[in-house]
């Protein structure tokens, strides 16, 4: 199994900025990709931005300028850093890692971000 850990969440005034980070351990699987993925306050789960080994990448329509994803692939931590900042971005943020296979996909806890002034 991958263990995946986020942190970086919190409290932050509309149009100010957060980093998350996202650490990948315990386990032998190659991490092919990693994403991050959000859940708004009463709502379903929806995707955020998601980046490849080789360091592509895909967003959201809704962060497209705002966030930057980025991957320290030797050492298996992802980040996302996040600017202007608005309140619909208000949602517990989780990491994600997909390996070769089907059943090879991870999930952290997740990370609060509440912006409101």
């Known amino acids: 199994q991958v263990q995946l850990v986020e942190s970086g969440g919190g409290l932050v005034q509309p149009g100010g900025s957060l980093r998350l980070s996202c650490a990948a351990s315990?386990?032998?699987?190659?991490?092919?990709?990693m994403g991050w993925y959000r859940r708004p306050p009463g709502k379903l789960r929806e995707f955020v931005a998601r980046?490849?080994?080789?360091?592509?990448?895909v967003y959201a329509d809704s962060v497209k300028g705002r966030f930057t994803i980025s991957w320290n692939n030797p050492k298996n931590t992802m980040y996302l850093q996040m600017n202007s900042l608005k309140p619909e971005d208000t949602a517990v943020y989780y990491c994600?890692?997909?390996?070769?296979?089907?059943?090879?996909?991870?999930w952290g806890e997740g990370t609060q971000v509440t912006v409101s002034s």
């Open positions: 994600n890692a997909g390996g070769t296979y089907v059943s090879q996909n991870y």
């Open positions: 980046i490849t080994s080789g360091g592509s990448t």
């Open positions: 315990g386990s032998r699987v190659s991490i092919n990709t």
